[in-house]
């Protein structure tokens, strides 16, 4: 599936030649020429040569700023080629090589490490190459609590997941097919209770209702 993902939905890859093969070390991190926004920018460019040409200065440059943006582009790397597995190991000393879901983790525990200034617009830009829906959530100036590097491609579509929306109801003595012990999601409005079965909202994750005469939303 991870290698399929990017030839869907035309996200970038990197080919050729691998980190290693630019550099010998990671030099300090400098301001000469294009900003870090800027080249990271560039990384989403169709143009093969654009986008290694900016990874490398990236990394020549020790942009340690750049390694949320590099973790979220490592997910849709189609060839799997080590360029930006490289970087990560650079910058990191980590060895995690391709394995997305670890980089993602280590991040998590990792509060020196925060991403640079256009991130929130960078990280719309790279989701909207699935969904240019995506932009309404991800754009510059966002407000959040979550950190922004957590924030990840659910696998859809924007509405990609039908919401359960008005669903008819069953006296509970007549839902014969639930057992027992079968867990519900339940709420009581004005007196009027409700129960959404997990089995069902496992489908559809959102359940919008009328309950008591007042409209809720459930999340699952």
Same mark, same amino acid.
């Given at each position: 599936?991870?290698?399929?993902?990017?030839?869907?939905?035309?996200?970038?890859?990197? =080919?050729?030649?691998?980190?290693?093969?630019?550099?010998?070390?990671?030099?300090?991190?400098?301001?000469?020429?294009? =900003?870090?926004?800027?080249?990271?920018?560039?990384?989403?460019?169709?143009?093969?040569?654009?986008?290694?040409?900016?990874?490398?200065?990236?990394?020549?440059?020790?942009?340690?700023?750049?390694?949320?943006?590099?973790?979220?582009?490592?997910?849709?790397?189609?060839?799997?080629?080590?360029?930006?597995?490289?970087?990560?190991?650079?910058?990191?000393?980590?060895?995690?090589?391709?394995?997305?879901?670890?980089?993602?983790?280590?991040?998590?525990?990792?509060?020196?490490?925060?991403?640079?200034?256009?991130?929130?617009?960078?990280?719309?830009?790279?989701?909207?190459?699935?969904?240019?829906?995506?932009?309404?959530?991800?754009?510059?100036?966002?407000?959040?609590?979550?950190?922004?590097?957590?924030?990840?491609?659910?696998?859809?579509?924007?509405?990609?997941?039908?919401?359960?929306?008005?669903?008819?109801?069953?006296?509970?003595?007549?839902?014969?097919?639930?057992?027992?012990?079968?867990?519900?999601?339940?709420?009581?409005?004005?007196?009027?209770?409700?129960?959404?079965?997990?089995?069902?909202?496992?489908?559809?994750?959102?359940?919008?209702?009328?309950?008591?005469?007042?409209?809720?939303?459930?999340?699952?």
């Amino acid at each position: 599936m991870r290698k399929a993902i990017v030839m869907v939905v035309g996200l970038a890859v990197f =080919t050729g030649a691998s980190i290693g093969g630019y550099l010998g070390a990671v030099a300090p991190a400098c301001a000469e020429g294009p =900003t870090l926004d800027a080249l990271m920018s560039e990384l989403l460019r169709p143009e093969t040569a654009s986008r290694e040409a900016a990874l490398r200065e990236i990394v020549r440059r020790g942009e340690r700023r750049a390694i949320p943006g590099l973790i979220d582009i490592l997910r849709f790397d189609l060839i799997l080629d080590s360029s930006v597995a490289d970087a990560l190991d650079r910058f990191s000393g980590q060895s995690f090589g391709h394995d997305w879901a670890r980089w993602v983790e280590w991040l998590a525990e990792r509060e020196d490490i925060r991403p640079h200034p256009g991130y929130a617009a960078w990280k719309g830009a790279l989701f909207q190459l699935i969904d240019p829906a995506f932009g309404e959530f991800l754009y510059s100036g966002v407000k959040h609590r979550a950190r922004l590097e957590e924030i990840q491609w659910g696998g859809v579509r924007k509405d990609g997941i039908s919401a359960l929306t008005n669903p008819r109801h069953l006296p509970a003595a007549a839902a014969t097919y639930l057992g027992p012990d079968e867990l519900v999601l339940g709420i009581v409005v004005r007196g009027e209770a409700r129960a959404y079965p997990l089995r069902i909202m496992d489908w559809h994750e959102m359940a919008n209702d009328v309950v008591g005469g007042v409209p809720i939303s459930i999340a699952y």
